[in-house]
Nanobody, 124 residues
Framework: QVQLVESGGGSVQAGGSLKLSCGVSGDTAAINFVAWFRQSTVKEREGVAVIYRDTGVGYYNDFVKDRFTISQNSGKDTVFLQMDSLRPEDTAIYYC?????????????????WGQGTQVTVSA
């Protein structure tokens, strides 16, 4: 099994920053993609950013591009999401997820493993 544990959420004013972490452990050899999704009370679950673990290349939803950055450490056991210029509409529970080879990387139904989520709240 694969275990994912998020941390780093909290409350911040609009324009501020947060950095989320996702610890990745267990049987991770077949995991090629690690993603951040978010779920708010007013929107469907949506993809935020995805990292391809082999190369470290990140992929982003258009509405967070140039504000958020996904990365991983050299051991590939921690994935980060640096969030800058936060907006109230970024308020959501942020989830870390892992998959082998999703045909659509922002489709949450194609991810096999999920963390417990961490709350991000951005006030105006």
């Amino acid at each position: 099994q694969v275990q994912l544990v998020e941390s780093g959420g909290g409350s911040v004013q609009a324009g501020g920053s947060l950095k989320l972490s996702c610890g990745v452990s267990g049987d991770t050899a077949a995991i090629n993609f690690v993603a951040w999704f978010r779920q708010s009370t007013v929107k469907e679950r949506e993809g935020v950013a995805v990292i391809y673990r082999d190369t470290g290349v990140g992929y982003y939803n258009d509405f967070v591009k140039d504000r958020f950055t996904i990365s991983q450490n050299s051991g590939k056991d921690t994935v980060f999401l640096q969030m800058d210029s936060l907006r109230p509409e970024d308020t959501a529970i942020y989830y870390c997820a892992a998959a082998l080879a999703p045909t659509r990387i922002f489709n949450h139904q194609l991810y096999d493993f999920w963390g417990q989520g961490t709350q991000v709240t951005v006030s105006a």
